[in-house]
């Protein structure tokens, strides 16, 4: 990953989506890339070779379906039933000093392990970091730790009052075969007042019941691609030769003259089929496609069968693979049987990205005290929105900035950095942020604080925020089931 794509991952994750009265506590360590089974596949020889004999029969005009039967879990995704599956009977709870925690399910199959949880009952503690987010550690009954091969998130924090909450979930390598036992382990920073905890849950893990995870076989599909040209100019069309149909390792491509749609593989459930594509940028659009791992969420579709008739559909998160940063984004979209072939999706408009910068000089003396504030009030515009630092407060290991705004745009929450003499930005351990929407005006808190002794003195402070511009498509798709008779 080029360091541009990883500086815009970071930014973009820890900034994106701060909704109403949440305090999001981004840890900045993001998801960057994600080993998947198909990653596995497309490295493996065996794969190579299936790729160039599938590639073959669709030059060929061959229609085919894989028929590859898998397992399908809503909120976990597609699991390999070549071996049995291994869960958690039922949630376990723990608590102690106050907080608790439930690990609510745990799927372990031959290629990976799946765990979700829930901690709630953390202490509220004004300008600090909230106790317990961290990244759990999946340890072996020999010591070992499993792999973690989904990254780390940054983790929404929601407070209820005096306390606060998470949910989390994270994907680890496989269990060893004759395994059933894993433990849990949270480390826990306590509040002042608090020792260091260590949380270790043992997890017996049981054989499947029968049914628990639903058949999903991959199948064929035909469908062709429209590719919009802007401004006034009409439509490209694009389209497939006859007969060729997409499946799992297809490496076609549909979308010759621009950015637009592609359909990657399709999966068919005993009462619906999951849709996997893209929108991939391909450089021809206004600015930077704007992305995100909840790009499937910002650009929602809608379809229509072909009678014209809208189809509703079910957003399937985990089902699709991660953004290919600055390049695709990438949906899973879940229709219910049966449909009236051929179906149309359709995405309106994505949002292009233009990034603003805001640069001023705060001086804190040279020997600031914790706790001690500075009412600043100075003006910054970044892009079409004005606000104002209205405050800083020193807190001994770093600092917090009260920013306000009248028309700052809602979901998003602008990137400080504080800046040596040379330009080089200190690095702080933690950045945290709220956006409150609810009154007049936008009401901002931003926290940096580090282990390190904090810069004082003269500082230069350079502020960021990504402004979205909308850009109109239509951008269609066109599909049709293979097993669909005209």
């Given at each position: ?188 920073i306590l509040p002042k007042g608090g020792s260091p905890e260590n949380w270790e849950i043992a997890l017996n893990l049981s054989p499947a019941p029968e049914g628990y995870a639903t058949p999903a076989v991959e199948i064929g599909a035909t469908y062709s691609a429209s590719v919009p040209k802007f401004e ?45 594509g893209k929108f991939t940028d391909a450089g021809d659009l206004l600015g930077p496609l704007y992305m995100s791992t909840s790009s499937d969420f910002d650009y929602l579709p809608h379809i229509e069968d072909a009678n014209g008739n809208p189809v509703s559909f079910k957003v399937r998160e985990d089902a ?167």
């Open positions: 990953m080029k360091d541009s794509r990883m500086n815009y991952a970071l930014k973009a994750i820890a900034r994106h989506s701060v909704p109403e009265n949440i305090n999001l506590w981004p840890n900045i360590s993001a998801r960057l890339e994600r080993k998947s089974i198909m990653m596995t596949l497309r490295t493996r020889p065996l794969a190579a070779i299936v790729i160039a004999l599938l590639t073959l029969l669709a030059l060929s005009g061959a229609a085919y379906a894989l028929g590859r039967v898998f397992g399908y879990i809503p909120d976990v995704g597609l699991v390999d039933q070549s071996t049995p599956l291994h869960v958690l009977p039922e949630p376990l709870t723990v608590q102690k000093q106050g907080i608790t925690i439930t690990v609510s399910k745990v799927v372990a199959d031959s290629t990976r392990t799946f765990i979700s949880y829930r901690v709630e009952g953390i202490p509220f503690v004004e300008n600090e970091i909230p106790a317990c987010i961290t990244m759990p550690v999946m340890r072996l009954p020999d010591s070992t730790n499993l792999e973690n091969i989904s990254g780390g998130d940054g983790i929404p924090v929601v407070r209820n009052g005096n306390s606060m909450y998470y949910e989390a979930e994270y994907v680890y390598s496989a269990i060893p075969a004759g395994i059933n036992k894993v433990t849990f382990v949270l480390p826990c006034t100019t009409p439509a490209l069309e694009a389209s497939t030769p006859e007969g060729i149909e997409l499946s799992l390792f297809s490496t076609l491509t549909h979308m010759p003259n621009g950015s637009g749609l592609s359909l990657e593989k399709v999966l068919e459930l005993t009462d619906s089929y999951i849709l996997i699709r693979p991660d953004p290919d940063w600055d390049v695709a984004y990438y949906w899973a979209y879940e229709i219910q049987k049966p449909v009236a072939a051929p179906l149309k999706i359709t995405v309106d408009h994505i949002n292009i990205r233009k990034y603003n910068t805001a640069q001023f000089q705060f001086d804190t003396g040279d020997h600031p005290q914790s706790g001690q504030g500075w009412n600043l009030n100075l003006l910054a515009k970044l892009g079409a929105s004005d606000f104002v630092v209205d405050s800083v407060i020193f807190l001994g290991n770093g600092y917090t900035f009260n920013i306000s705004s009248e028309n700052f745009p809602e979901g998003v929450s602008p990137d400080i950095e504080i800046v040596d003499s040379s330009l080089i930005p200190y690095e702080f351990d933690n950045i945290s942020s709220t956006v409150d929407n609810t009154g007049n005006e936008a009401i901002i808190t931003i926290t940096l604080t580090t282990k390190n002794p904090p810069p004082i003195g003269n500082l230069t402070l350079n502020w960021g925020l990504d402004e979205f511009i909308p850009q109109p498509g239509p951008w269609s798709l066109i599909w049709t089931p293979s097993n669909t008779n005209p």
